[in-house]
Nanobody, 127 residues
Framework: QVQLVESGGKLVQAGGSLNLSCAAS????????MGWFRQAPGKEREFVAA????????YYGNSVKGRFTISRDNAKNTVYLQMNDLKPEDTAVYYC????????????????????WGQGTQVTVSS
């Protein structure tokens, strides 16, 4: 069983930056593909970014492409989401998730592909 704990969310002004972290425990982190999703009030959960267990590629949702960067440090059992040029529409609860499927290049973009989820961290962007 993998436990995921997100941190780093806070209130920030538009145009600012945040770096979210997701610490994993209870499993072999280096064997899990990781992803970030977000959910704004009244909206469905949305895919943000994903990285395979190898770290060999990254994949992003269209709304964050060019502004957000996902990365992982397998030695620290942590995945990160660097968010730049934040906009009010980025306001949401951000969740990290882990899955154990696929090969070294596999990225999951759908919720059903993920087996483990964190509790979320709130990001609020003021205009």
């Amino acid at each position: 069983q993998v436990q995921l704990v997100e941190s780093g969310g806070k209130l920030v002004q538009a145009g600012g930056s945040l770096n979210l972290s997701c610490a994993a425990s209870g499993g072999t982190f280096s064997s899990y593909g990781m992803g970030w999703f977000r959910q704004a009030p009244g909206k469905e959960r949305e895919f943000v970014a994903a990285i395979p267990w190898s770290g060999g590629r990254t994949y992003y949702g269209n709304s964050v492409k060019g502004r957000f960067t996902i990365s992982r440090d397998n030695a620290k059992n942590t995945v990160y989401l660097q968010m730049n040029d934040l906009k009010p529409e980025d306001t949401a609860v951000y969740y990290c998730a882990a899955h154990g499927r696929g090969g070294r290049w596999y990225v999951g973009t759908q919720e059903f592909e993920y087996d483990y989820w964190g509790q979320g961290t709130q990001v609020t962007v003021s205009s």
